[in-house]
């Protein structure tokens, strides 16, 4: 089991139907937030009203008076590419995104702007944890998320079965503005202090830069995420 915590991630838990084995509310929650409540009955989930000491003490602070146990999420692996391949048009690979917050971030970006699901390596990575699913408000409820051996080896199936493979890089020439949004695409996004590793820039079909005015010239890795699946969300259109 795992905790998750906030309103957003206990509503969207609900939403997605995962397995829930228990629901902690405040004391203050449960005067002030009966539409809540009036859900958890509806739905025949029991819950737990507790003091916000006894909250803070299971869930830490930034619970907002919300807590549970929920069951682990799904993780997959190499094989979710049978699962994605010929349904899912938007993919990112994420290539050394360590810091919990940036992947949480990154899921919530990854939800909002349509994109079918996450890949990352096994090593150099960051594992889903509590952090993780707080910071995504939810949305990792709906996002599809595999850790692989490889990234290289998997860029390079994608790229037989037909994705064209999007890299991000500061020396990239190609604009976002090029990229034909009809293609089957698979974004990769690397670590801040690296970037992407050097077998994956070779096999790039288009490598991006985001243009930049101010001065300081790199963005932190969930915002630059950010930017670049809203330029290249599914079923959009550059603006």
Not at 25 to 44: A, G, P, R, T, Y
Not at 63 to 80: F, T
Not at 218 to 230: F, H, K, R
Request: aromatic share 8%; proline share 1%; glycine share 8%.
């Amino acid at each position: 089991m795992i905790k998750i915590y906030g309103k957003n991630c206990i509503y969207e838990a609900i939403r997605a139907k995962s397995r829930i084995k228990k629901i902690y509310l405040s004391f203050e929650v449960s005067k002030k937030d009966s539409k809540f409540l009036c859900m958890l009955n509806d739905k025949k989930i029991s819950y737990d009203i507790v003091d916000k000491k006894q909250m803070d003490q299971i869930f830490g602070n930034g619970h907002q008076g919300y807590g549970a146990y929920r069951e682990e999420y799904k993780i997959y692996n190499e094989g979710i590419i049978d699962e994605i391949v010929g349904t899912s048009k938007r993919l990112l690979l994420l290539d050394g995104i360590m810091d919990p917050h940036n992947l949480g971030a990154i899921i919530r970006s990854v939800d909002a702007f349509g994109y079918d699901a996450v890949i990352l390596p096994k090593n150099r990575s960051c594992s889903i944890t509590e952090a993780v699913a707080h910071v995504s408000t939810g949305a990792i409820e709906h996002v599809k998320i595999a850790y692989v051996n490889s990234l290289s080896t998997f860029a390079l199936k994608l790229k037989e079965k037909g994705y064209w493979l999007c890299g991000t890089d500061a020396s990239g020439n190609d604009s976002l503005e090029s990229l034909d949004l009809s293609l089957d695409l698979a974004v990769i996004i690397g670590s801040e202090g690296f970037g992407m590793n050097k077998t994956l820039l070779k096999m790039v079909d288009y490598l991006i830069s985001i243009p930049m005015i101010g001065h300081v010239n790199s963005l932190n890795a969930s915002v630059s995420t950010g930017i670049v699946l809203y330029r290249t969300r599914k079923n959009g259109r550059i603006l």
